[in-house]
């Protein structure tokens, strides 16, 4: 009965290599969202979809590219790994822009 | 820009007693919600309490409630009769009250409570 899911829950990977993380959530939920949570804990937004539309494109590497082939999914995709890349990458999604948002339990990706 | 500030990179407490999380935001919208988020060591992000800005009435969830003060833009969090389950990194977060961008959460830097027996 999970709620809001990733894959995978780590993900270890060398510079320069291209990899995605997966979201689903099964809440009939209409919006999601990716975060980034760098090491010193800060969480910070990086894009939006409401019914497959991008609402929210913060300032991200363009190298970053989200894709939601549907509602219940919104996977994000790194081109060319950085160093800084390394984080936790949260996912979460709400009823409209308006309600509590749910996370999934995060990705954490590591760039060597 | 909006912004939300937690001044208190570490608290502590012990058990069963009453601790209170500090954080101020700044922004010039009269239309927005207050949240205070937990993170446990699992990693997990658990909403803890939410607030809209339109009510004078504090938000109250069981051991959790929050001080709003709209004027002073200030939104505590006190956790009454603490349990070491409480031990996390607890969020402050922001988000505008209308459509478009307002679904963007805007996160402080975090506080890690501690909690001793």
């Known amino acids: 009965d999970t709620a809001v899911s990733q894959t995978p829950k780590y993900l270890v990977t060398q510079m320069g290599n291209d990899k995605s993380i997966k979201c689903e959530q099964n809440?009939?939920?209409?919006?999601m969202y990716w975060y980034k949570q760098d090491s010193k804990k800060f969480l910070k937004i990086m894009f939006s979809?409401?019914?497959?539309?991008?609402?929210i494109n913060e300032t991200v590497p363009n190298r970053f590219s989200p894709k939601s082939p549907d509602k219940a999914h919104l996977n994000l995709h790194i081109n060319s790994l950085e160093l800084g890349d390394s984080a936790v990458y949260f996912c979460?999604?709400?009823?409209?822009?308006?309600?509590?948002?749910?996370f999934g339990p995060g990705t954490r990706l590591t760039v060597l | 820009a909006q912004t939300v500030t937690q001044s208190q990179p570490e608290m502590s407490v012990q058990e069963a007693e009453t601790v209170t999380l500090s954080c101020t935001y700044d922004?010039?919208?009269?239309?927005?919600?207050l949240f205070w988020y937990k993170q446990p060591p699992s990693r997990q992000m658990i909403l803890v309490i939410r607030?809209?800005?339109?009510?004078?009435q504090n938000a109250t969830e069981n051991r959790f409630s929050v001080n709003f003060q709209k004027a002073a833009k200030s939104f505590s969090l006190k956790i009454s009769d603490s349990q070491l389950g409480d031990a996390a990194m607890y969020f402050c977060?922001?988000?505008?009250?209308?459509?478009?961008?307002?679904?963007?959460?805007?996160f402080g830097t975090g506080t890690r409570l501690q909690v001793t027996l």
């Open positions: 979809y409401n019914n497959k539309e991008l609402i």
């Open positions: 607030q809209e800005a339109y009510k004078q």
């Open positions: 922004t010039s919208e009269s239309d927005y919600y």
């Open positions: 977060a922001y988000r505008y009250g209308a459509a478009g961008t307002a679904s963007k959460l805007t």
């Open positions: 979460a999604s709400s009823l409209g822009v308006y309600n509590e948002q749910f």
């Open positions: 809440l009939g939920h209409d919006t």
